[in-house]
């Protein structure tokens, strides 16, 4: 019986290809993020004299919706560590990236690109857990000193009227006033929660219901760099909280 052949068909199927627009190879592979089910997905990009190997930023965004900390102390060592020994660097946008010069040199960096990605995510998720935080009491102290000041109407915990039965932390105004536009307040403290306004938003416009989904994240640092600046493009407005800063945006919102 040969063994080598069989086992290299069994190792190459392992993997599967997908041609992506303007010349990206996506290679999925059997690797997969620690305590889950998701596979390590890396991309493959021509550019001018170079290919560059990322991740897409994957391995950091996995890592803030399972409450890790990307930007902690043990990853920035790490990352150096890994840039020393390596091509592979985590970039400013928190993407695993190497470049190389030579063709030969893709399959093996697929493979060390999806490794660092596993790193990250296992390293960034075993820091020790948060204390509980007061944000969301804060926040909503603030909406409603805001709204008293105003003699605005607010709601708290309201469900929206779209699909998938998500909640908002506070509206303001009159919601089953179609002629009116509330403001939709998110209180993020993890990536998932400001995920699920960028959702609110998008689900807004497509139903042209009327409303303004106003997200403030607990912090950059807690919902990740890279997602909060993401959803600037796909809220009302994303912020991190301030109360000062806060409710001053409130009253600006609300004239």
């Known amino acids: 019986m040969e063994l080598m052949p069989d086992l290299k068909r069994t190792i190459c199927a392992l993997f599967e290809v997908h041609e992506d627009t303007n010349g990206v190879q996506r290679v999925v592979t059997p690797l997969e993020y620690p305590g889950g089910s998701d596979k390590v997905i890396v991309r493959v990009r021509p550019r001018n004299g170079y290919f560059q190997i990322d991740e897409n930023g994957e391995a950091a965004l996995y890592a803030s919706m399972h409450g890790g900390d990307v930007a902690s102390e043990s990853i920035s060592r790490w990352a150096e ?45 075993s820091q020790k857990e948060r204390s509980p935080s007061d944000f969301k009491e804060r926040v909503a102290q603030v909406v409603q000193e805001v709204c008293e000041t105003l003699k605005m109407p607010v709601q708290h915990s309201v469900e929206l009227p779209i699909a998938g039965g998500l909640e908002a932390d506070h509206v303001i105004g009159e919601i089953s006033n179609p002629s009116i536009s509330p403001l939709i307040v998110i209180a993020a403290s993890s990536a998932m929660r400001l995920l699920e306004a960028e959702i609110i938003h998008m689900q807004y416009r497509h139903t042209q ?47």
Do not use: C, W
């Open 81 to 125: 560590e890994m840039q020393m020994t390596s091509r592979i660097e985590l970039d400013d946008d928190e993407v695993i990236k190497a470049e190389v010069n030579e063709a030969r040199l893709i399959a093996p960096y697929i493979i060390h690109v999806a490794a660092a990605s596993q790193q990250l995510f296992a390293l960034a998720t």
């Open 209 to 255: 219901q009327r409303g303004f989904v106003l997200a403030v994240a607990e912090s950059e640092k807690i919902v990740g760099k890279k997602q909060f600046h993401r959803a600037n493009y796909y809220t009302g407005k994303t912020v991190e909280f301030s109360a000062y800063d806060f409710g001053q945006l409130l009253r600006e919102q609300l004239h």
